[in-house]
C-alpha cells in the first residue's frame, strides 16, 4: 500500500499569501495518478486536481499542481477567505490511499 | 447536474450490518464512470471503501475486503453499500461518489469528481 505524508500538518496564513502543500508517497506513483481535493467543515471533499497538474472542471487557476514519483505539491497562489480548508491529496495509481490533510488556516 | 444522495440508518448496533444507498440523479449510471463509497470517522481522514461498474465488477479496499458487498441497481439509478460485523471503528460519515477509473499495469484507480453530502452512521449499543 502506498503511504502518502502530507506536510506541514497546519499551515497559518493570512488572505492574499502564497499557499505551498506538500504530499510524499511512500512509492513512486504511476503516471502521476494524484489528486488533490478541498474539504470545509460539514462538507464533503471537492475535486481540485487530477492527474497532479490537471485542474478539475470549474476549479480557479489559483490552484495549480505539480509533482512526480514520489513528490507532489498543491500551490495556492493568493489565499482568498474562501481557500481556508482543509486539503487532501489522494494516490489511485496503486490502489487508492488518501494522505491525512493539511489545515489552511487564517494567520 | 449530477447530484448523489447517500440515505440509511444514523444508528446501527455493533456485530450488525450497515446498510446504506446512494441515489444518482441528473447522470445515469448506465452512462459509465465507476459508482463508490468513502468513509471518513469523526475529526479524521478519508478512506477509500470500494467501487462499482454498471456491469457489476466491484474494486474493494483490500483492508476491508472480507466486510464489504457494493451493488447496483440501474433500474432506479442507484447503488448500495453492505459492511457487516460493524464495531465503534466504523462509525464514520458515509459518502458515496462518482469516480473515474484509470488503469496502470491491470490495476485499477479512481480520483472521484462528485460526491454526495455525506451520512453519518453512528455504531453504538
Known amino acids: 500500500e502506498i503511504v502518502l505524508t502530507q506536510s506541514p500538518g497546519t499551515l497559518s496564513l493570512s488572505p492574499g499569501e502564497r499557499a505551498t502543500l506538500s504530499c510524499r508517497a511512500s512509492q513512486s506513483v504511476s503516471t502521476s495518478y494524484l489528486a488533490w481535493y478541498q474539504q470545509k467543515p460539514g462538507q464533503a471533499p471537492r475535486l481540485l486536481i487530477y492527474?497532479?497538474?490537471s485542474r478539475a472542471t470549474g476549479i480557479t487557476d489559483r490552484f495549480s499542481g505539480s509533482g512526480s514519483g514520489t513528490d507532489f505539491t498543491l500551490t495556492i497562489s493568493r489565499l482568498e477567505p474562501e481557500d481556508f480548508a482543509v486539503y487532501y491529496c489522494q494516490q489511485y495509481g496503486s490502489s487508492i490511499t488518501f494522505g491525512g490533510g493539511t489545515k489552511v488556516e487564517i494567520k | 447536474q449530477v447530484q448523489l444522495q447517500e440515505s440509511g440508518p444514523g444508528l446501527v448496533k455493533p456485530s450488525e450490518t450497515l446498510s446504506l444507498t446512494c441515489a444518482v440523479s441528473g447522470y445515469s449510471i448506465r452512462s459509465g464512470y465507476y459508482w463508490g463509497w468513502i468513509r471518513q470517522p469523526p475529526g479524521k481522514g478519508l478512506e477509500w471503501i470500494g467501487n462499482?461498474?454498471?456491469?457489476?465488477?466491484?474494486y474493494y479496499n483490500p483492508s476491508l475486503k472480507s466486510l464489504v458487498t457494493i451493488s447496483v441497481d440501474t433500474s432506479k439509478n442507484q447503488f448500495s453499500l453492505k459492511l457487516t460485523s460493524v464495531t465503534a471503528a466504523d462509525t464514520a460519515v458515509y459518502f458515496c461518489a462518482r469516480g473515474f477509473g484509470t488503469m496502470v499495469r491491470g490495476v485499477i484507480g479512481f480520483y472521484f469528481d462528485y460526491w454526495g453530502q455525506g451520512s453519518l452512521v453512528t455504531v453504538s449499543s
Open positions: 462499482i461498474y454498471q456491469t457489476g465488477n466491484t
Open positions: 492527474g497532479a497538474s
